[in-house]
């Protein structure tokens, strides 16, 4: 069964966007299936992966019901350092999958089994229980409704950088350098900060170059300035990692594009720091 948990995360995690909750859907779906004769079932993994995804898409309308109108950043895990059983390539970027949020939970499960699974349309409808033109119809929305997006905001892919670039921030995070601080960012730069409801952030979302350097400054000085600081990769993207007495209290995952840094998603729930956290030592 372990084999098939490995197998069954990335589907869950690239719709719920945590672990926790993928880890519970898994587990739910291969409780059950101990349940199901299995004269009944001709294939075993995809009735699971079948079961999982719409297990899946069930519990992430609940958490966006729930929700509703708060800031909600995805739980980040680590994809340098990941279970050699669990296939981090299908493990969607971290940027992505907070454009993801745009969608309805079926576009977004139609667009993960596209893109990051490559499903055939036949093989979604049969996943998804509906035909192959809904399913067509679906991933041609999606698609829309996320380039919109990305023209809008001005997100495009994530460059990939050095470990030097990323210290070269943090050094000048620490000496208090404006100057290399707007050279490194982007003009239209995006701050995004989750709590999750137990950490009281200074401020959801920032947005603009003067605004954001004075408040990344402020946040280090007032809250970051005895941490020790790892540089890791995260979803396929460039983060740092903020350790207070030994415990993950900050992981802030960077979208780079062109050398410049157009957004940096602060994750500080700690609910949502606990798996990433054991990943790494301080």
């Not at 809904?134 to 990939?160: C, V």
């Not at 999750?196 to 280090?220: D, H, N, P, Q």
């Not at 300035?225 to 030994?246: C, E, F, R, S």
Request: include cysteine; glycine fraction near 4%.
């Amino acid at each position: 069964m372990e084999d098939y948990q490995n197998k069954l995360f990335p589907y869950a995690y690239n719709i719920l966007g945590s672990s926790d909750d993928a880890k519970d859907a898994v587990q739910e779906i291969l409780a059950k299936f101990h349940e199901v004769p299995k004269t009944t079932v001709q294939n075993e993994m995809g009735y699971l992966i079948r079961s999982v995804v719409n297990e899946s898409i069930n519990l992430k309308k609940k958490r966006q019901r729930a929700l509703l109108g708060q800031m909600w950043l995805p739980e980040p895990v680590t994809t340098e350092q990941t279970d050699d059983s669990i296939d981090s390539s299908v493990i969607i970027s971290y940027s992505l999958m907070v454009l993801l949020e745009k969608l309805s939970t079926k576009e977004r499960a139609v667009f993960i089994l596209k893109e990051a699974f490559d499903y055939s349309h036949k093989e979604i409808g049969v996943v998804l229980d509906f035909s192959i033109e809904n399913s067509r119809k679906l991933l041609s929305r999606a698609r829309t409704k996320l380039e919109a997006y990305k023209k809008h905001n001005e997100l495009g892919g994530s460059s990939a950088v050095s470990n030097e670039y990323m210290q070269l921030y943090v050094d000048s995070i620490r000496n208090g350098d404006v100057k290399i601080l707007e050279k490194m960012l982007s003009e239209e730069v995006v701050l995004a900060a989750d709590g999750g409801g137990e950490i009281k952030v200074v401020r959801e979302l920032t947005r603009g170059l003067k605004a954001a350097v004075k408040l990344l400054l402020y946040v280090f000085q007032t809250f970051q300035v005895q941490n020790t600081i790892k540089v890791g990769q995260v979803n396929h993207q460039p983060a740092l990692l903020y350790y207070q007495d030994g415990v993950l209290v900050n992981c802030q995952i960077f979208q780079i594009s062109n050398d410049k840094i157009v957004r940096i998603y602060a994750q500080l729930a700690p609910k949502k720091l606990k798996v990433l956290g054991k990943a790494y030592n301080p």
